[in-house]
């Protein structure tokens, strides 16, 4: 059982930046694949980054391609997602979520295990 902890989070104006951390505990942090994804109020919880188990592979949604960077530090249990050029549209709860294998991974219902989210919110 894998429990996940997000930090990081706050207010930015935009064009600012942030990282986004999240800690993993309670099992092996490098045999699961790694993601993050964001809830806007009102709207569906959508994919934003994954990375795989060592960092080889990445994916990015497009709204967030140049812009966000996912990465990983499996000696420290921990996985990262830096924010630049940071958007008003950006603002949401982001959580991060593990599961096995790097494989359909923008889809949510896919991952086995989930953070409590972590608030940004990007405004002048």
């Known amino acids: 059982q894998v429990q996940l902890e997000e930090s990081g989070g706050g207010l930015v104006q935009p064009g600012g930046s942030l990282r986004l951390s999240c800690a993993a505990s309670?099992?092996?942090?490098?045999?699961?694949?790694m993601a993050w994804f964001r809830q806007a109020p009102g709207k569906e919880r959508e994919f934003v980054a994954a990375?795989?188990?060592?960092?080889?592979?990445?994916d990015y949604a497009d709204s967030v391609k140049g812009r966000f960077t996912i990465s990983r530090d499996n000696a420290k249990n921990t996985g990262y997602l830096q924010a630049d050029n940071l958007l008003p549209e950006d603002t949401a709860v982001y959580y991060c979520?593990?599961?096995?294998?790097?494989?359909?991974?923008?889809?949510?219902?896919?991952?086995?295990?989930w953070g409590q989210g972590t608030q940004v919110t990007v405004s002048s």
């Open positions: 979520a593990a599961k096995e294998l790097f494989r359909n991974v923008v889809q949510s219902a896919m991952y086995d295990y």
């Open positions: 309670g099992g092996t942090f490098s045999k699961n694949v």
């Open positions: 990375i795989s188990r060592y960092g080889s592979s990445t």
